[in-house]
């Protein structure tokens, strides 16, 4: 299984970007997609989740109801709204694939992902 994220750059604070990954290799609708981020000297964070489905979504408060996961069976991709950036949110953004025992099952956890992407810088100017 192969991951390949696009989409990231600089952008200013308050302005938008989307990220996406593309997928090969497995059978995408079995997946559990997520996106982490890992910013300078930080530990790899948790920002997004969706379901095998792509019903059930789960966020960290710090991006709630700024971005949104997305995921498309069809296409075997999964993508990154961010709206609303903060200088906080730069980082790179990694995608993750994994497997869960219900279709609106999520994971938040790293650990629960076996397949991952190589990521994307997002920079968020001030």
């Known amino acids: 299984v192969q991951l390949v994220e696009s989409g990231g750059g600089l952008v200013q604070a308050g302005n938008s970007l989307r990220l996406s990954c593309a997928t090969s290799?497995?059978?995408?609708?079995?997946?559990?997609m997520a996106w982490f981020r890992q910013a300078p000297g930080k530990e790899r964070e948790f920002v997004a989740a969706?379901?095998?489905?792509?019903?059930?979504?789960k966020y960290t408060d710090a991006v709630k109801d700024r971005f949104t996961i997305a995921k498309d069976n069809l296409k075997s991709t999964v993508s990154l709204q961010m709206n609303s950036l903060k200088p906080e949110d730069t980082a790179v953004y990694f995608c993750?694939?994994?497997?869960?025992?219900?279709?609106?099952?999520?994971?938040?956890?790293?650990?629960?992902?076996?397949?991952w992407g190589q990521g994307t810088q997002v920079t968020v100017s001030s």
């Open positions: 969706v379901s095998r489905n792509g019903i059930a979504t």
């Open positions: 290799g497995g059978t995408f609708s079995t997946f559990v």
């Open positions: 993750a694939a994994g497997f869960s025992t219900g279709a609106f099952v999520y994971h938040t956890a790293a650990g629960r992902y076996l397949y």
